[in-house]
């Protein structure tokens, strides 16, 4: 992997080990925590249709189904809730410090997770007591589901910033900025790969009829294997165009050839997947439960590097700020920002602005959230002073890219940067 410019309070081991961290988090909350919102609505919607078909095979399923992903309240507790705050302290250090995002960004979705493991409890006990159940243990599940699903997609919104930190001085002042097409590609890509392991795990653990069960049998076993495959297909056909999407939304910064190869192993497990639960012969008769299941917590793992594979990208040659986009954050290093003060030329001290303050939304060679300074900056022709007026009173110049916020940074600080940036490209 190539070297990684890192934020000035990480060193590179640091850094290495937030990144494996969150990984490993990852790895742990987003395939149970999908495994619960798939097995959630799938026994939801079995119960409502049991009740009112009056199917037995239908309402066992349900109360199966909810037992099998929620383990026990304590359990689901623990297990949902344990990885979260490690997610939020690797993201917070790689993004920059405590001051990164309002701590409300964080907050929510964890009241969230809490709610909904709350909610699925009370519903899980009262399935357990009786499949027939009253409006408040049926609405109390629904609302358990919702919650969950609400605590996923603001968590995919948080780590959508991981590939784009450029970001991030947008949505100090504004949290709808956190919303980006890859985000929500990546949450629907996770949507599908829980479905799918949700019916490996029906196929691998439900189904087994004990003498004298009510609702069991042949036809019992018959209704597990179908449910098991449609939600194990559904998984293997939504999964390779979603990873075709993400890879589409993925920032530029973040793309490269391991992201490319780690992303095509997702289309070619899938394609296993239908083969085991389609093509096979003797499909009817097999028992894929382990092999379905194994192969989606593998598209969970490779989706996961790939992700973190990206962020690593992105954070290459970019120096994310470590507090809010102030003069301070420069003037602390060495003095540097002090007018007058006997040290560095003032290309290097504009180097050391660009790096705290502009690497935020500009790149050289690639748009970020502001356009590559290789196509702006040849247009000022090398003067300085008409670029200095533009980083003092920035104006908006182009329709398509948002509107420059004026860079909280002296005077002195705004000759410097303009005279790096024109060097710079100059230079090149």
């Not at 309402?59 to 359990?75: C, D, F, H, P, S």
């Not at 930190?165 to 956190?178: G, Q």
């Not at 060679?365 to 000022?380: C, H, I, L, M, S």
């Not at 090398?382 to 670029?387: A, D």
Request: net charge positive; aromatic share 10%.
């Amino acid at each position: 992997m190539n070297p990684l410019a890192l934020p000035p309070a990480l060193s590179p081991d640091t850094f290495l080990l937030l990144r494996y961290l969150l990984m490993s988090a990852l790895l742990l909350y987003l395939p149970f925590l999908g495994i619960v919102i798939a097995g959630s609505a799938a026994s939801l919607v079995l119960n409502f249709f049991g009740r009112e078909n009056r199917d037995e095979r239908s309402l066992r399923l349900a109360r199966e189904w909810i037992e099998a992903v929620t383990v026990n309240r304590w359990g689901l507790l623990l297990l949902a809730l344990l990885p979260y705050p490690a997610i939020v302290y690797g993201c917070r250090r790689l993004l920059g410090g405590e001051t990164s995002l309002p701590a409300i960004a964080w907050l929510a979705p964890f009241g969230a997770l809490l709610a909904g493991c709350l909610l699925l409890s009370l519903y899980r006990s009262a399935i357990r007591r009786s499949p027939d159940l009253s409006a408040a243990p049926f609405g109390a599940g629904t609302a358990g589901l919702l919650a969950m699903i609400s605590a996923a997609f603001l968590s995919f919104l948080l780590l959508g910033t991981l590939v784009n930190p450029a970001k991030l001085p947008l949505v100090r002042s504004n949290l709808v900025f956190l919303l980006s097409w890859h985000s929500f590609v990546e949450f629907l890509l996770f949507l599908a790969l829980s479905f799918g392991l949700a019916g490996g795990i029906v196929l691998r653990f439900l189904g087994r009829s004990k003498a004298g069960e009510e609702g069991g049998g042949p036809d019992y076993e018959a209704r597990v294997r179908t449910a098991g495959t449609s939600f194990g297909t559904a998984g293997a056909l939504a999964a390779p165009a979603l990873v075709v999407l993400y890879l589409v939304t993925l920032p530029p910064t973040g793309f490269s050839t391991v992201v490319f190869f780690m992303a095509a192993a997702v289309p070619i497990l899938a394609l296993a997947v239908f083969a085991l639960l389609h093509l096979l012969p003797g499909k009817e008769e097999s028992t894929p439960g382990d092999r379905v299941t194994s192969l989606f917590i593998l598209m969970f793992l490779a989706v996961i590097l790939c992700d973190q594979t990206a962020v690593a990208n992105v954070f290459q040659g970019l120096s994310p700020p470590s507090a809010p986009l102030a003069a301070g954050a420069v003037s602390r290093e060495g003095g540097a920002a002090k007018p007058g003060a006997a040290g560095a030329p003032a290309v290097e001290k504009g180097k050391k602005v660009f790096d705290a303050v502009c690497s935020a939304c500009h790149r050289f060679d690639v748009k970020v959230v502001g356009p590559p300074f290789n196509d702006v900056v040849p247009k000022y022709e090398g003067n300085v002073e008409k670029l200095k007026a533009f980083i003092r009173n920035p104006v908006k110049v182009d329709p398509a890219l948002p509107a420059m916020p004026k860079p909280a940074i002296k005077e002195d600080e705004v000759d410097a940067v303009a005279r790096y940036l024109l060097s710079k490209v100059k230079g090149r």
